[in-house]
């Protein structure tokens, strides 16, 4: 017998199973937008699908696998920069707002790829680089030929203090001084990232209306929205004033900073506001890369009249330590508490992946399971990572010789960048993980040949099933999309657990963040639940779950999802 119809039998309830794909939302009854309920995807195109065999990914690829987007349950993919560029900092280097860099294919594949998403009901979200561009962008190529040019406005130039000093003390986040010397010029100019990604003039109304008409642009092209890089250091202080040093020293070994006076300042909020007005025209959504270090910075970025972003992303638990569920419930119950709608992340391509951050050594597919369980519940958005749901883990360069990123080329040892978390997608224990033939243009982890999606396709208890089981569930339960969040067991410091409610009804997620078994002991009085009936609805659990009118025993990282009737 399996273990879902044991765990039936043992609730006295009747398992229904889900379908192997997330079925068509109902019509909301609350008025939400379509991305408040939706699913969003990252794509890092240079390692999803290569779709002619040269070890690079590209955009026919994501086209060839729409099939597969579609039955996992996603609504929507985020596909980081795919605009021409030297890639120095691997597409974040833009040199063209408007075009496709030729390594993905042509406009005419993003179209392609666009018109295959509207069949499959998946929208397509750009990201958009707003805070800079390449240096060998048109705009910045003008800017420098000389002091009087066209464009020279557009960029952040200065004088330094003095011979051979620069105009202060701002560091770059990627490892040098802020400011580079253009001797033509004899001018500074300013680039928070790169030297080869000088930061544009916000300030300057010409930049501003240019970088409108790209949105615009791209919303013609049947884009249904952006995702905003590096929102935070859209503008500068105009002063130039000197940032406050702060104790300690960053992973370059340089002097932290108070970063006061390049980043976060009031005016990112009138750029989000003008970017909105925008997106309005077209319906499309805003999605903020927002660093915060609390929720009532995280809820400025949606605006006053709520006339700014629509999807400030929750980083923060990407910066968790570990698995606590007070920390958790602690952060989950705050930002609920803000009265906007939440968008959950749990990794990136600048982040290690979930996977390799939370695993014991032990319990790491349960683990995996787990963390999508947490993120694909709870009240509000949520942005996945390709590879999340097959249990993708980092693939850390061994040596610097390795290193594909800058970041890490510069900061080794201490610094490894980013290639870990941007090693080419799983699809097979193939060949090069069945991602192309050609050697791709970075290695694929040993663990490809155990978790990849043909593989776990297969196997009913794998992540990839239990991901499309509960994203099924997500879609399929308007409990999942319209109903609010109410935190049981608060003292529990190992499980933590949460009631969706709508109606007359509720789901209860259950989750033991702790190696060692649990009794969980439940109230759902207070909730509206004396007497309240389970049906189980998902689990993780490789033995029957011990129910009782009062609680549960939970196997070390287990999941219990149930509807909870009157």
């Known amino acids: 017998m399996k273990k879902t119809q044991l765990l039936a039998l043992l609730l006295a309830t009747v398992f229904v199973p889900l379908a192997a794909h997330a079925q068509q939302k109902p019509v909301d009854p609350a008025g939400h937008q379509w991305w408040q309920h939706a699913v969003f995807y990252e794509i890092y195109p240079r390692s999803f699908a290569d779709s002619n065999n040269n070890g690079i990914g590209d955009l026919n690829g994501i086209a060839q696998h729409l099939d597969y987007l579609k039955q996992l349950g996603v609504d929507a993919i985020w596909i980081t920069p795919c605009f021409p560029s030297p890639q120095v900092d691997f597409g974040y280097d833009v040199s063209d707002y408007e075009a496709i860099d030729p390594m993905y294919g042509t406009l005419a594949d993003f179209d392609h790829l666009v ?9 397509v979200i750009l990201d958009f680089v707003v805070n800079h561009t390449s240096d060998q962008h048109k705009w910045f190529i003008d800017s420098k030929s000389s002091r009087t040019s066209e464009h020279r406005d557009w960029y952040i130039w200065r004088d330094g203090k003095g011979p051979n000093q620069l105009p202060n003390n701002w560091l770059s986040t990627f490892g040098s001084p802020a400011w580079t010397l253009d001797p033509k010029t004899n001018q500074y100019y300013y680039h928070y990232f790169y030297p080869e990604q000088p930061d544009l003039n916000w300030r300057n109304p010409a930049v501003e209306k240019a970088m409108l008409d790209v949105t615009r642009f791209w919303y013609k092209r049947g884009v249904a929205g952006f995702r905003l890089d590096a929102v935070d250091t859209l503008y500068e ?66 605006g006053a009249k709520n006339d ?212 969980v002991q439940f109230n759902l009085a207070p909730a509206g639940f004396s007497a309240p009936k389970l049906s189980l609805l998902l689990t993780n659990a490789h033995a029957p779950v011990a129910a009782a009118s009062d609680g549960l025993t939970m196997q070390p990282f287990a999941v219990f999802i149930a509807k909870v009737t009157k």
């Open 308 to 519: 700014e972003l629509q999807m400030p992303m929750d980083l923060m638990m990407t910066g968790f330590k570990g698995l606590s569920a007070n920390e958790y419930r602690a952060h989950i119950g705050e930002v609920n508490s803000s009265g906007q709608w939440p968008v959950w992340v749990i990794t990136n391509h600048d982040i290690v992946r979930s996977y390799t951050r939370y695993a014991d050594g032990a319990h790491n597919d349960d683990i995996a399971k787990l963390m999508g369980a947490l993120y694909l519940t709870l009240r509000g958005s949520a942005i996945m990572y390709y590879g999340e749901e097959i249990g993708m883990e980092n693939n850390i360069p061994k040596s610097r010789d390795e290193v594909q990123d800058p970041i890490g080329k510069i900061g080794w040892p201490i610094e490894k960048g980013r290639d870990g978390e941007r090693t080419p997608m799983q699809w097979t224990d193939g060949v090069n993980a069945g991602f192309s033939t050609a050697k791709p243009w970075l290695p694929v982890p040993a663990s490809a040949k155990t978790h990849n999606v043909e593989t776990e396709a297969k196997d009913p208890d794998s992540i990839l099933n239990f991901y499309r089981q509960l994203l099924a569930l997500r879609h399929k339960e308007p409990t999942l999309l319209e109903g609010d969040y109410f935190a049981i067991n608060e003292d529990d410091p190992n499980v933590f657990a949460y009631l969706r409610r709508y109606k007359d009804e509720a789901i209860m997620v259950v989750l033991n963040m702790s190696a060692t078994q649990q009794k």
């Open 237 to 302: 202080d105009p002063n130039l004033t000197d940032n406050l040093p702060l104790p300690g020293t960053d992973k370059f070994g340089r002097p932290n900073q108070d970063e006061k006076y390049n980043k976060k300042l009031p005016e990112v909020h009138d750029a989000m506001r003008k970017l909105r007005t925008v997106a309005n025209e077209y319906g499309s959504v805003l999605i903020g890369e927002t660093w915060t270090a609390n929720v009532a910075q995280l809820k400025d970025y949606y």
């Open 115 to 123: 018109a295959g998403g509207k069949k499959h009901n998946i929208r």
